[in-house]
């Protein structure tokens, strides 16, 4: 059984990780917690691990032997310099032509008196649906904000309002005949307070994480 010792190149100060890949039986590719592929120069896969495998959707002797463009079209023309890691956003490509996203991490190494490109594949479609749920989040808490400053806004008006009205009453005898309009608008400003208040306490029970249901018909019934 053939043994081959990948030289991995590491910043100064020089630290170099040794390989033993044995061939059909990868125990530290397998081990890593990443996809990855082991590329040679003319642009093929010869050595991939099961997350590649995964990744990709293909088994794993299907990758070997590959054109690295067929799983990655966006693959770089050239290869890293030694002792420098490239990191790129890519599409990968899977067994039944979908692609997803992908950032690869990529560096040289050496295998015997060969240079290959190792290439870290991960797959970043969790990580950007996580990342649009967090801005779908935030952009919901600034328009919560502000529903929440003119809430307060409205109240303040609508205080104002009812204030008034007391006064108007206060002054009005009971027989006067615009009596009776000033009730209807005193009461249409307790509702919509009412409603006001209804809506802030929405607004800190969501910002609190606490969930309460309440019917807004309720909050401007007529009384």
Do not use: K
């Amino acid at each position: 059984m053939s043994t081959y010792v990948i030289r991995r190149m590491a910043p100064e100060p020089r630290v170099d990780t040794v390989w033993t890949v044995r061939a059909l039986n990868l125990p530290e590719l397998e081990a890593a917690p990443v996809a990855l592929l082991v590329v040679d120069r003319g642009r093929h896969v010869v050595l991939a691990n099961s997350h590649a495998a995964a990744a990709f959707d293909r088994a794993s002797e299907d990758l070997v032997g590959r054109p690295i463009d067929v799983l990655i079209p966006d693959w770089p023309a050239e290869a890293p310099a030694p002792r420098e890691t490239v990191s790129r956003q890519v599409a990968g490509r899977r067994g039944d032509g979908s692609e997803f996203a992908a950032e690869i991490g990529l560096s040289t190494c050496q295998i015997g008196e060969e240079r290959f490109v190792i290439a870290a594949v991960h797959d970043t479609v969790e990580r950007l649906r996580l990342e649009e749920q967090l801005r779908q989040a935030q952009r919901m808490e600034m328009v919560g904000r502000q529903i929440g400053d003119i809430a307060h806004e409205f109240n303040n008006l609508l205080t104002a309002m009812n204030g008034y009205s007391d006064l108007v009453l206060a002054e009005l005898p009971r027989n006067h005949p615009v009596r009776r309009d000033v009730l209807e608008i005193r009461s249409a400003g307790e509702r919509a307070a009412s409603l006001a208040r209804h809506l802030l306490a929405e607004l800190d029970d969501a910002r609190s994480g606490e969930t309460t249901v309440t019917a807004v018909d309720e909050a401007v019934a007529p009384q």
